[in-house]
Nanobody, 127 residues
Framework: QVQLVESGGGLVQAGDSLKLSCAAS????????MGWFRQAPGKEREFVAA??????????YYRDSVKGRFTVSRDNAKNTVALQMNSLKPEDTAVYYC??????????????????WGQGTQVTVSS
């Protein structure tokens, strides 16, 4: 069983930055692809970014709308994954979740492939 705990959310103004962190316990963290998803009120949960496990080179993937603004990284020694968010926009407002994909086969953008989820952290960007 893998437990995930996110932190770092908050209220910021458009153009500001935030860094989300996700601490994992249980399982073999380095082998998992780790994803970040978000869900805004009234909308479906959507893929934001992910990073492959160490056996796949810890390669990052992003949805188009965050490319160049968000950076996903992982520290396998500390069992953490981070999402650095720069140049935030009001449309980035959502609850952000980290998730673990145990399959170790690249990156999935579909939430159904992620077996473990954190509780979420709120990010609010005011205009």
């Amino acid at each position: 069983q893998v437990q995930l705990v996110e932190s770092g959310g908050g209220l910021v103004q458009a153009g500001d930055s935030l860094k989300l962190s996700c601490a994992a316990s249980g399982g073999i963290f380095s082998t998992y692809s780790m994803g970040w998803f978000r869900q805004a009120p009234g909308k479906e949960r959507e893929f934001v970014a992910a990073i492959t496990g160490s056996s796949s080179g810890s390669y990052p993937y992003y949805r188009d709308s965050v490319k160049g603004r968000f950076t996903v990284s992982r520290d396998n020694a500390k069992n953490t994954v981070a999402l650095q968010m720069n140049s935030l926009k009001p449309e980035d407002t959502a609850v952000y979740y980290c998730a673990a994909d145990q399959r170790g086969t690249g990156v999935a953008t579909n939430a159904r492939y992620y077996a473990f989820w954190g509780q979420g952290t709120q990010v609010t960007v005011s205009s």
